[in-house]
């Protein structure tokens, strides 16, 4: 079964179900799987959590997760990691999973595609400043864009606009390219060197996911502790 | 030779030249990186897990310059928006 035809790079252009003008694409449709996916798995876990010895799998595997996701933030941010895991974590989790789930037939990341990887993108480029702002204040995180001088000013929004366009590119084109490649080398050489290429797919699409993050951590930190360590 | 021929060839030359000389850059940066970070391990194998999170993420931002030249020739090649401007005429 062929989803994804070679000569489309993106799901946007498989529309499943199309009423008037509300028009439903493979993007959308894989992006609530993997909402629905994550919502129920881990409702169903919390459901009935103990702070027992004796706990479930389940529970201590979404334990391990969110211990792991603390200490790495912890460690890039140098603060306490409660008030970023709420946005950090679901970013991780939520590319992680649509990644991961490209090794079943049929389905298409929805990080395959330039609007879901944006739409992640334009979220950190907001949470920037929100961080920042409740983190300093208005007046001194507004004050960083004119360091050293005033004439700084165009070159700090340069860089906010590039490095979130950066971010929204490299999770797509790394995520598209591994579904391209597969395609190509399916015609080349068929059967077993593909199955390789799928594995270091899942690779690469953990460690995507784990970058996507780590920056987005990076970024926020870099705008919320400035201030801190002038002082310091 | 008129303009379809034109375009084609051009877009299909320059997808193949995108790829060609925009690796070389980050091929060669990338194994700097990874020979520092590799000594730097040696030296201070305690500190493997900084090293290794620091040769992530920079390893993965060096690379993203490759990857922007393979969506332009991605889009040269599947999604041109030259070629659907003359087809559709």
């Known amino acids: 079964m062929e989803i994804l035809k070679s000569n489309q790079i993106s799901p946007d252009q498989i529309l499943i179900w199309e009423w008037w003008f509300i028009k439903l694409n493979a993007t959308i449709l894989y992006t609530w799987l993997i909402?629905?996916?994550?919502?129920?798995?881990?409702?169903?876990?919390?459901?009935?959590?103990t702070s027992d010895i004796h706990t479930s799998r389940s529970q201590n595997f979404l334990e391990s997760v969110v211990s792991t996701l603390r200490d790495q933030i912890r460690e890039v941010s140098q603060d306490e990691p409660g008030q970023y895991l709420a946005f950090i974590g679901t970013l991780f989790l939520f590319i992680c999973l649509s990644n991961l789930l490209t090794i079943v037939p049929g389905y298409i990341a929805p990080t395959a595609s330039l609007t879901t990887?944006?739409?992640?993108?334009?979220?950190?480029?907001f949470a920037v400043p929100l961080y920042g702002i409740t983190k300093q204040g208005v007046w001194n995180y507004?004050?960083?864009?004119?360091?050293?001088?005033?004439?700084?000013?165009?070159?700090?929004?340069?860089?906010?606009i590039s490095r979130t366009l950066a971010l929204a590119i490299r999770l797509f084109g790394n995520i598209m390219s591994h579904d391209k490649?597969?395609?190509?080398?399916?015609?080349?050489?068929?059967?077993?060197?593909?199955?390789?290429?799928?594995?270091l797919g899942l690779l690469i699409g953990l460690v995507q996911a784990y970058i996507f993050a780590i920056l987005a951590m990076v970024y926020i930190a870099s705008a919320s502790q400035t201030h801190e360590k002038g002082h310091a | 030779?008129?303009?379809?021929?034109?375009?084609?060839?051009a877009s299909i030359i320059a997808a193949g030249l995108t790829m060609a000389i925009g690796s070389i850059?980050?091929?060669?940066?990338?194994?700097?990186?990874?020979?520092?970070?590799?000594?730097?391990?040696?030296?201070?194998?305690?500190?493997?897990?900084?090293?290794?999170?620091?040769?992530?993420?920079?390893l993965a931002m060096i690379e993203s310059i490759a990857i922007y030249c393979f969506?332009?020739?991605?889009?040269?090649?599947?999604?041109?928006p030259f070629w659907a401007h003359v087809i559709a005429k």
């Open chain 1, 35 to 49: 909402m629905a996916i994550l919502v129920i798995s881990s409702w169903l876990v919390t459901r009935k959590i």
């Open chain 1, 117 to 125: 990887t944006a739409a992640l993108a334009i979220s950190v480029f």
């Open chain 1, 142 to 160: 507004f004050k960083e864009y004119f360091q050293p001088t005033f004439i700084f000013f165009p070159f700090h929004v340069m860089g906010e």
């Open chain 1, 181 to 199: 490649v597969i395609g190509i080398l399916l015609a080349v050489t068929p059967l077993f060197f593909p199955i390789i290429m799928q594995a």
């Open chain 2, 1 to 9: 030779m008129d303009s379809v021929t034109l375009i084609a060839m």
């Open chain 2, 25 to 58: 850059g980050p091929a060669l940066g990338e194994g700097r990186a990874v020979q520092q970070a590799l000594s730097a391990i040696a030296q201070q194998p305690d500190e493997r897990n900084t090293l290794q999170r620091t040769l992530y993420v920079s």
């Open chain 2, 71 to 80: 969506v332009i020739s991605m889009i040269l090649i599947f999604a041109n």
